[in-house]
């Protein structure tokens, strides 16, 4: 399968890149590494009269401390968040959900920034970035503005970023030594999730249980006001509307959010909490 | 548009749509036919090449985004005497192959595994492989060929034209 | 020493692992310069009338040659069902006129200069198609409320057998009856199918594609299109796999010469993957019911067998596949009495083909999960009612109650071998202390013996030709009509010559898939090739020694009977006077030294063995992973062993792959769910362990090389073992079946349907 036709540009700036998204508006799609975007293309799912390839502007990849935050530049790769230092130091859950994308190629292409715009639900990144909390730093012709992550996806495939705005960085909260977990569940390796959850500092985010991830908002609650990890995962699937396909009923999907929720806090918890 | 890439080594410059497929370029541009296509999702790595040090899968690579890149495909392995890569020589040995049609991608990201780790596990091997399907072998002698190639030295985990293949 | 039983390296790799296999799509061929690249538009309704098909646009667009639709070829008779059992009507037009049938069914073809052209040009055919009630599912086709073929008032397409007498279970203390389920697979073999093809001056036509056997292949070709098969000159280029589905040839080949043709242009036809998932056959796709009585001292008295098979939209291969299933029904058992009996149905899916083991697997499957379903019942080992029914030890032909006559056997042997290697006492205990311990992560251990037909008479006559010739430079050919695509054929059959002329295989050049060249021939499919073309091999070998011995016998002067092979020199000499002789080499300086001959067996031969799988379920989320398969295979003697552990790994693979994970899948309008291999769920490595082996040889008398079919016997043991090994795992729960592909969700669902059950 092939894309349809299209124009292609390579900005070496991010100014020259927001030009170039005011000049084409909704005709123009941004091309990082490309996995997200070019199979949708040759599936003639997207077509795009322009894409606007970033991946050559200097200085969008780093994982650095900012005060209380990791900064991430949006065109990070996921293996280099898997095998940053300061990322394992500071957000450990970062590198480690990204050693869960996909396989090494596509790890080997694909950039944090494509995966937060993308917006699929079942994303492993945007679930851990959702427990983490944080924002989405984005730019546009009028300057930046960061959204936070809770605000960011609106739907699937869909989010808050403008039209004309590009992301330049992810920042989160440094987590340090605080208990975290990332438990996938596929029934091959490296598929997308049936259903995942993240945990991290009591906080818990869901992929494939919405339109778009989603908190655990009932389990968040209730271990906010002491209930055990075991009555606390199994509120888990509250708030949340799955859908159903070949691999899960919703049924079987939110009962795999209640299990998942509850090994990942426990594995946050080092495993005290499973034998209390 | 123009592109001007380094394949096996050799510098070249096309004019091409900037539709066109990484491995559509290989294949039909330069004439490379050893790099196969065997999906449209980037699922089973049939296409597997290395660019700039990387494994990749070019069915999900615009020629135009590599525009400038080093290439290595299974033709540029083995020595200008035609001696085997120590990953060709094992895929030989340990009858890694039988088909031959998942091989040239499997070959490259078995380079990447070994570059990755130089005395993968059984299990370490087969998650490197994780984006590379065969039909044929079961694996098992794929494994096999990779942990023997990583055992004969860091040759394995590297293409020539001096890019090692980094992590 | 023969090199006959040595792990030779094959001859094949070097090139494939520095330039790569030359497949259908990598031809560069001057008779194909200028080519041009058909792309097929493909029904995305999978029952409609055809109400209008709109190339106008398509037509205008850049790089268009030409658009073809029904209307634009109607001379084009449609396609027979080809089976003399089928009905008449159920005939496939080459495009669709009035109806469509599945989605993937052929409604228009774009003929582009390069193939980026085709597949814009593609989304500009608009196609009006007016949805009919679907038939999905055997039991919908059966119901014959809503027809495929109106003019063939039904969906039945076949019927063999009929039910087993009323009387047939009387008597048994225990009769366990379910109703299983042999999912719907997909080959896919990694190279998609490809055709290219060009017309010659001479008016001959040569057309390259990927196929299990040029000579089958040409032949469809030329009875579809109507030539004179003369005229139709067919070559297999290197093939990335087949397992069944590239047995003789698809009509989008014979349509890609038509079409060449028909504009005067050599046209070339890749197709992608995901219209390889529609176009191509799928395998299995039988509803089984299965029914087993007898003793609760773990004699089995009676089995019964009856099939519901899918043929898909348009009956091809799979029609026939049951009988199979039928023939195999008795199995490894000496079950007293056995009936089978199997009905074919249409439906709104792609054709059922034949798919690595083909009909085989089916067979073996149902009986294993019954023998286990009745050994539950009864509360016995299922390793001690295996051994109870089993039929003991034989070397002289043994016929079975279902109609097939074994070759040799020892199956107990077989299972005995297969239970000491896993150390089948110690995994009990384990089992035993993880259920005492009500542990999350619960063990499966699953048994599985079987025997199958390997080498069987698929209509063309069990038996293969070969040519061999020595050159006088000291190298050999084999010309032979089986048709490798990953079995190593071009060492295996060198190994042969190899072996009795002393030539070395490096020296000896095999090739295949030329119908020019090599106008007789099998093919490679049904586990034949070498009990077939390698024992044709082996036998030219022998007629090549007797030919030389007459020349040789003639220029030494020597009486032919004191003429013995030197295998140091490849030649000739003089009984107990080393060096005296001459080679083969120089016995073809003056005229060609060379063979044709043809191996014909005198029947198939019975392969089998026992496998034992270990899985560990995750009794919480339902997740079964396979963490042992320990596998004794006996197919006789082996030639090469490297490459026959190479054809086990594979299909274990392929077993453990359909136990565990893959299936085509429609949804309830008869829209496929599994059209990518995102959707479609071929395992990969991360799902399988590494694989036990264990070796067993029993000698065949019925082919001088001793062998018995070695390619689809991996899938046929691994399968059941498999799947028994999940149900065990859970049996403790209250779970007594679980239909394939064990899945997450149905283990997780069968787990509670159980505990419900268990606390009503």
Redesign the interface.
């Known amino acids: 399968m092939i894309p349809g036709p299209f124009d292609y540009v390579r900005p070496t700036s991010v100014e020259e890149a927001i030009a170039a998204l005011v000049e084409h508006g909704d005709d123009a799609k941004v091309m990082a590494g490309g996995h997200s975007l070019l199979p949708i293309m040759k599936l003639r799912l997207a077509m795009p009269a322009v894409v606007i390839d970033i991946s050559r502007i200097p200085g969008m990849s780093y994982v650095r401390v900012e005060g209380d935050e990791v900064a991430i530049g949006a065109g990070t790769r996921h293996h280099q968040l898997e095998h940053d230092e300061v990322a394992r130091a500071e957000v450990p859950i970062l590198p480690y959900t990204a050693s869960q994308v996909g396989d090494p190629q596509v790890r080997h292409r694909g950039t944090i920034g494509g995966t937060v715009a993308h917006s699929d639900p079942a994303s492993d990144l945007p679930t851990a970035l959702l427990a983490l909390g944080g924002t989405v730093v984005v730019q546009g012709p009028n300057g930046r503005r960061s959204i936070p992550v809770t605000e960011f996806w609106q739907g699937f495939f869909e989010t808050a970023l403008a039209e004309d705005e590009l992301i330049i960085e992810i920042r989160v909260p440094r987590t340090g030594s605080a208990g975290w977990a990332y438990e996938k569940f596929t029934r091959r390796a490296n598929d997308w999730p049936i259903v995942a959850a993240a945990a991290v500092d009591g906080r818990v985010a869901l992929a494939n249980m919405a339109g778009t991830v989603v908190r655990a908002t009932a389990t968040e609650e209730a271990l906010a006001r002491g209930a055990s990890i075991a009555e606390a995962a199994a509120l888990a699937d509250q708030g949340t509307s799955p859908g159903a396909d070949m691999h899960a009923d919703q049924e079987y999907r939110r009962h795999l959010a209640r299990l998942l929720t509850r090994r990942a806090l426990e594995k946050a918890a080092g495993g005290a909490a499973a034998a209390a | 548009m123009k592109v001007t890439l380094t394949v096996n080594g050799q510098q070249r410059s096309d004019e091409v749509e900037p539709r066109l497929l990484l491995a559509h370029y290989l294949r039909d541009t330069c004439g490379l036919k050893a790099t196969n296509i065997g999906c449209d999702t980037t699922s089973c790595g049939a296409c597997t090449v290395v660019v700039d040090g990387l494994t990749v899968k070019s069915c999900t690579v615009l020629a135009a985004q590599a525009d400038g890149s080093q290439v290595t495909t299974l033709e540029g392995l083995a020595g200008p005497d035609g001696e085997l890569h120590p990953m060709q020589k094992a895929f030989r040995e340990e009858h890694g192959l039988q088909c031959g049609f998942c091989t040239p991608g499997m070959v490259m990201a078995a380079i990447g595994v070994v570059a990755d780790n130089p005395d993968p596990s059984d299990r370490e091997v087969r998650e490197g492989l994780e984006g590379n399907l065969c039909r044929c072998t079961g694996y098992h002698n794929i494994v096999r060929a990779v942990q023997s190639a990583a055992k004969a030295g860091p040759a394995a985990g590297q293409v020539p034209q001096s890019q090692e293949v980094a992590r | 020493m023969s090199i006959l039983g040595t792990r030779v390296?094959?001859t094949?790799?070097?090139l494939?692992?520095?330039?790569?296999?030359?497949?259908t799509d990598?031809l560069?061929d001057d008779r194909l310069t200028g080519a041009l690249h058909a792309t097929f538009i493909r029904s995305q309704v999978a029952h409609g009338r055809v109400l209008s098909v709109d190339a106008s646009a398509a037509r205008e667009a850049p790089g268009v040659v030409a658009v073809y639709t029904a209307e634009d070829c109607p001379d084009l008779a449609p396609l027979p069902a080809g089976l003399p059992m089928v009905p008449p009507a159920m005939q496939r037009p080459w495009l669709a006129t009035d109806k469509v049938r599945f989605v993937g069914d052929i409604v228009a073809v774009v003929l582009t200069e390069d193939?980026?052209q085709g597949?814009?040009a593609a989304?500009l055919v608009s196609v009006d198609i007016d949805p009919l009630p679907t038939v999905v599912s055997t039991a919908d086709a059966a119901k014959d409320e809503v027809l495929l073929f109106e003019e063939a008032g039904t969906n039945v397409a076949a019927v063999f057998g009929g039910p087993p007498p009323e009387d047939f279970f009387s008597g048994c203390e225990v009769v366990v009856r379910q109703a299983v389920k042999n999912q719907r697979v997909a080959p896919?073999?990694?190279?998609?199918r490809a055709a290219a093809a060009a017309w010659g001056e001479d008016g001959r036509v040569t057309i390259w594609c990927t196929n299990q056997g040029a000579q089958q292949a040409k032949g469809e070709i030329a009875g579809w299109l109507g030539l004179d098969p003369a005229l139709v000159h067919l070559v297999t280029p290197?093939?990335?796999?087949g397992?069944g589905a590239k047995i003789g040839a698809d009509p989008e080949y014979a349509f890609v010469a038509w079409l060449a043709q028909r504009v005067g242009r050599p046209v070339r036809w890749t197709e992608?993957?995901?219209e390889n998932l529609l176009g191509m056959l799928h395998g299995r796709g039988q509803d089984q019911l299965v029914t087993i009585g007898g003793r609760r001292d773990g004699t089995v008295e009676a089995y019964a067998i009856h099939v519901d098979q899918e043929a898909g939209a348009y009956p091809r291969v799979g029609v026939i596949l049951p009988t199979l299933t039928m023939l195999m029904a008795a199995a490894t058992y000496a079950f007293p009495k056995v009936h089978a009996s199997a009905r074919v149905l249409v439906n709104n899916a792609t054709s059922i083909g034949a798919y690595r083991g083909a009909g085989r697997p089916e067979a073996t499957a149902a009986v294993e999960r019954a023998v286990d379903m009745f050994a539950a019942e009864i509360g016995m080992d299922p390793a001690e009612v295996r051994r109870k029914n089993l039929v003991p030890p034989f070397h002289e032909p043994h016929t079975t109650p279902s109609g097939a006559t074994y070759d040799s056997g020892e199956y107990v042997v077989a299972l005995e071998k297969a239970l000491e290697a896993a150390g089948y006492q110690e995994l009990r205990a384990e089992q035993a202390r993880r259920r005492e311990a009500g542990e999350v992560k619960q063990l499966g251990i699953g048994l599985s013996t079987y025997v199958e037909i390997t080498g069987a008479d698929t209509g063309l006559g069990a038996a293969e030709s070969a040519e061999l010739e020595v050159h006088p430079d000291g190298t050999a050919t084999v010309l032979t009509g089986t048709s490798p695509?990953?079995?190593?054929h071009a060492t295996a059959w060198a190994m042969l010559a190899s072996d009795q002329l002393g030539i070395p295989v490096e020296k000896i050049t095999v090739l295949h898939g030329d119908t020019d060249r090599i106008p007789r021939g099998g093919g490679t499919m049904g586990s034949r090739s070498l009990q077939q073309g390698g024992a044709a091999v082996h036998q030219a070998a022998t007629e090549l020694i007797e030919l030389a011995r007459q020349r040789a016998a003639e220029q030494l002067e020597a009486d032919p009977s004191d003429l013995e092979v030197d295998l140091t020199a490849a030649g000739l000499s003089v009984r107990g006077t080393p060096g005296s002789g001459i080679t083969f080499a120089q016995l073809a300086e003056k005229e060609p030294l060379v063979v044709q001959t043809r191996f014909e067996a005198a029947a198939p031969t019975f392969p089998f063995g026992a496998h034992v799988a270990v899985v560990e379920v995750d009794t919480?989320?339902g997740?079964a992973e396979l963490q042992r398969l320990v596998a004794v295979d006996d197919a006789g003697i082996i030639v090469n062993p490297?490459?026959a552990?190479?054809q086990r790994?594979?299909?274990?693979?392929?077993g453990v792959a359909q136990a565990l994970?893959e299936e085509v899948?429609y949804d309830a309008d008869g829209n496929p769910?599994?059209s990518?291999?995102?959707?479609y769920?071929?395992?990969?490595?991360?799902?399988?362990?590494?694989?036990e082996l264990v070796d067993m040889a029993t000698p065949t008398p019925i082919n001088p090389l001793g062998a018995k079919g070695i390619g689809e016997a991996?899938t046929i043991g691994s399968t059941p073992a498999v799947h028994n090994a999940v149900i065990d795992a859970v049996a403790h729960l209250g779970v007594r079946h679980i239909d394939m592909p064990t899945?997450?969700?149905k283990v997780?669902?069968a787990i509670q349907q159980a505990q419900q059950e268990g606390t009503n």
């Open positions: 390296v094959r094949e790799d070097p494939f692992l520095t330039r790569g296999a030359t497949y990598d560069v193939r980026y597949e814009d989304e896919v073999p990694l190279e998609t290197d093939v990335g796999g397992f992608n993957r995901s695509h990953g079995q190593g919480e989320s997740k490297l490459l552990e190479g790994h594979g299909g274990f693979a392929q994970l899948l769910q599994t990518t291999l995102a959707d769920p071929f395992v990969s490595p991360t799902e399988l362990p590494s694989f991996g899945t997450p969700m997780w669902r």
